[in-house]
Structure formats: C-alpha cells, structure tokens
C-alpha cells in the first residue's frame, strides 16, 4: 500500500486475517471511519481480493508475523488462526482482537460446551466422548438419537452429523485414534427445537467504567442442509420475554469470556420456550448481514469500531423489518453480475450484495437485502430477487 499511514497521526491501521466475504465486507464501512485496512488473503482470486494487499498462509508463522508487523491491530474473517501463532503475536506486542483466550471458545467446540457451563449459560444436554461405546450408551440415554460433532474444523454444517448408531461416525473415531493426540467428539441431544435464533453483540474494551456493549436485536436464522438461507429481522418470536433472555444471554458470553469485536451467539428457541446456546463466532456472522442496510450501525462497521476500540454505534433497526436471503450456487453462466440487469430492473428495492466467488453447487456467492415496513412482504421480495440469481 503506497502512503501506509501510521497510528502517530491517528490514523488506526486494521489487518484482517483471512480474505473471504467477511473481511471483503469490512472494506467499505473501514473507508468511511477513514481506518486504513489490510487483508491477509490465502490466494489473489479470493472475495476480498480489491483489499487484499497480503497474500499468504494464515498457517504460516512468519507470513502472520510479517503482516501483523504492517498494522496496528489484527482481526479475523475466520476463526482457523492456530492458537500458537495468535500467543506468539500477542508475546510481540502486536494488539489482537478477539483475544486468543477468547477466540479458542469459538475455535473448539468442546472447550466452549464447557466454558458455558461454567458461565450457567442454558445449553443443549452434552457430553464428550472417546468412543463408540461412550457414545451408544449417550444416545441410548438421549431418546435413540444424538448431534455428533467434531471439535475443532466444522462449518456450514460440516462435521455435523445426527446419527441413532455409534457406528455412524465410526470414521470420525478412526480419524482421532490415528491423531493419536487423545481427542474427543461432542455428543448432543438432539434439540426439538421450534426457530434457530441469532442474538448478536458488539463489545470492546473502553469505555466509560467498563467495557462497551451493544446488542442487535435477536434475528430467526432458516438453515437448509445445515447452511444459513434466510435471516429474519426481528425474529417473530411471540414472546418477549425469550427477546430477553437471548440478550441476557449474549451479553453474558460477550462479558464472561471477553470478547473484542462482533460476537454471533447461535440459539435454538425449544418447543418449551426455552433458549438454548447452540455454537459462538468471534467476528462478523452471516446472521448479521441484514444490518448492512437494516440497522443504524451494521455488525462490520460496530467490528471495526471495537477492534480499534473506538466507541460503538447505535444498533437500532432503520426499518420495522429486514430480510437476507443468501445467493446459494450462483447462476449457471457465470458469477452474479451476469445477471445484474435483470435482476436489479425487477427489484430496485433489494439490495445485491456480490462476493466476486465463482458459482459452485451450495457455495455463497451473494446476498439480497430488502427493509420495509412487513416481514412477510420484504421476504418474498428478498427471495425473489435471490432466486433470480440461481
Ligand atoms: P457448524 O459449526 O458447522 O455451523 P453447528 O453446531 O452450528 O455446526 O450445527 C449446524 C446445524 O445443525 C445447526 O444450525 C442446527 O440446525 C443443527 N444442530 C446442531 N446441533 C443441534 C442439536 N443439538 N440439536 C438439533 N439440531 C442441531
């Protein structure tokens, strides 16, 4: 970058790790704070490739290093950064945010089930387990049918299987035996549940006495095999009371484990209506996307704010609804510009969002965004226009 500014004359210089839609996301709201932002980016063809002044392997340690050394505080699109490296940068002196003690809860889900309990946050019934007979006698114990999970590495439903015999992750246990590190997998009850919320919280370290939170109003997330498809702002939850609680809930992760930044809390609302905490993101979360257009201030700008511990935004809604539906696969002919015209003729209402990825079957590309006054009415137009993509 020509003319690299530096924090002496108050400029805040961001560096994201991981150059994926999250920190190609960041890149506009860091232009209007005036924060300088840089990208570590795994390949040049990556969605935040226009920013990406860094390329390389977040898994190597000196290519981190090296970039770390550019900026003044580093950040993530993802939560892969191998805990060594992220110790090592802060035994340099270098400010990371989520801090690493913090961001482990989010790379590891056994550690997290844990770290919860002791916060006396409500979860799912768990345990972990070390082999087929561990897990039989649990799924024999939880109604013939248990969540299994892989600690460490799942996304997108990836390493996530609902399984009624042991032996149906017989390849995960065979795959922790050869690691031969004494790993575990993570057992769950399989959760009757009625809608999966998304209850997101900004947090950073000043502010006036204590640190700083904000809370967005908590979102119902629609998966599809075990990926995000729909967003809806605000959740229609019936009862407010539940409203509260997943605040009271998120505030009290974002407190108790220390968060620096955007911090996404999964939740299953159950059909006795209570509020379970399903998984934790430390950074941007794709149940966020709606606050790009839908809220005063959106979940990458309030990020950007916190890392650089700068105060936040207001979070309130600019609409009484939003929806987001994401652009899954992408046209046939090619990524999503191929079908702008069409698209933005029939819907001048939706906001297109455009990651520059080449379609793939599942893969996001995009998303759509529409505000107004119905939720009903903003999310058959939402989905209208994101259809038209596909
Ligand atoms: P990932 O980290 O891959 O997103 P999650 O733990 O969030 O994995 O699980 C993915 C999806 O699987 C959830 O959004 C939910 O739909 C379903 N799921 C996960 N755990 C449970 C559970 N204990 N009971 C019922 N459904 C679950």
């Not at 930044?261 to 059909?271: D, H, P, S, W, Y």
């Not at 939003?322 to 510009?337: D, I, S």
Request: net charge negative.
């Amino acid at each position: 970058m020509e003319d690299m500014a530096s924090s002496e004359n108050g400029i805040i210089r961001v560096g994201v790790i991981g150059g994926g839609q999250l920190a190609r996301m960041m890149v506009p709201p860091a232009i209007h704070l005036g924060l300088r932002i840089s990208v570590l980016a795994e390949t040049e063809g990556m969605s935040a490739a226009r920013a990406a002044d860094a390329v390389g392997d977040y898994r190597e340690p000196e290519t981190v290093y090296a970039f770390a050394d550019t900026v003044d505080v580093v950040t993530f699109d993802h939560e892969h950064v191998p805990q060594p490296i992220l110790r090592e940068l802060e035994a340099r002196g270098v400010a990371v945010h989520p801090r690493p003690e913090a961001l482990l809860y989010a790379q590891d889900k056994i550690l997290m089930r844990r770290r919860l309990a002791e916060l006396g946050v409500p979860v799912p019934v768990w345990a972990t387990v070390s082999d087929e007979a561990e897990l039989q006698a649990f799924i024999e114990a939880n109604g013939g049918r248990a969540v299994v999970k892989t600690a460490r590495g799942g996304y997108d439903g990836k390493g996530v299987r609902v399984v009624s015999q042991a032996d149906e992750v017989r390849d995960w246990f065979t795959a922790l035996a050869e690691d031969g590190r004494g790993g575990h997998l993570l057992a769950e009850e399989l959760v009757d549940f009625v809608r999966e919320l998304s209850q997101l919280v900004a947090r950073r370290p000043g502010g006036v006495g204590s640190a700083e939170m904000r809370t967005w109003p908590v979102v119902e997330t629609i998966q599809e095999g075990g990926v995000c498809a729909e967003v809806l702002a605000p959740a229609p939850v019936a009862d407010p009371a539940t409203l509260e609680e997943a605040a009271r809930i998120g505030r009290t992760i974002a407190e108790g484990v220390g968060v620096t930044g955007v911090l996404a809390v999964e939740m299953f609302e159950t059909r006795d209506g209570r509020v379970l905490v399903n998984e934790l993101a430390m950074r941007p979360h794709n149940s966020g996307h709606f606050s790009i257009e839908g809220s005063v201030t959106s979940q990458f700008e309030q990020h950007l704010r916190a890392v650089a511990d700068l105060p936040l935004g207001d979070t309130s809604m600019t609409a009484p609804a939003a929806v987001m539906v994401n652009v899954l696969g992408g046209p046939a002919e090619g990524p999503m510009p191929v079908r702008y015209a069409s698209v933005l003729a029939a819907h001048p209402r939706a906001k297109i969002h455009s990651y520059d990825k080449l379609p793939r079957p599942g893969r996001k590309v995009g998303h759509v965004t529409v505000t107004g006054e119905d939720l009903a009415e903003v999310r058959a137009e939402a989905r209208a226009a994101a259809e038209m993509f596909r």
